[in-house]
Nanobody
Framework: QVQLVESGGGLVQAGGSLRLSCAAS????????MGWFRQAPGKVREFVAA????????SYADSVRGRFTVSRNNAKNTMYLQMNSLKPEDTAVYYC?????????????????WGQGTQVTVSS
């Protein structure tokens, strides 16, 4: 029903910035929230950020709060993750996700729709 395609990943030096984009297509009912997860090699997938598509609320993992900002362009059906002050420990595959609610996003619910991921590598 919904397809998500990430872009914007790549290589960056510590302290630099990247902006990830995620374009959504297709149609589904009761899709009110979006967000981002990341997974480093040998580690479990972890929550990064979530927001409603309306922009009414946002939430961030403690590890990225103050450095990362989630946003969206509803007219383009696109979500963004602005990443500033990047650290080597931010290196991971980043996945965009959309679902029913911010709770579903944070929980990684099976009902969510997931992108294929984009690699972010931060060098020291």
């Amino acid at each position: 029903q919904v397809q998500l395609v990430e872009s914007g990943g790549g290589l960056v030096q510590a302290g630099g910035s990247l902006r990830l984009s995620c374009a959504a297509s297709g149609r589904a009912f009761n899709i009110y929230a979006m967000g981002w997860f990341r997974q480093a090699p040998g580690k479990v997938r972890e929550f990064v950020a979530a927001s409603t598509w309306s922009g009414g609320s946002t939430s961030y993992a403690d590890s990225v709060r103050g450095r990362f900002t989630v946003s969206r362009n509803n007219a383009k059906n696109t979500m963004y993750l602005q990443m500033n002050s990047l650290k080597p420990e931010d290196t991971a595959v980043y996945y965009c996700v959309t679902g029913v609610s911010s709770w579903d996003i944070r929980q990684g619910s099976e009902s969510n729709y997931w992108g294929q991921g984009t690699q972010v590598t931060v060098s020291s």
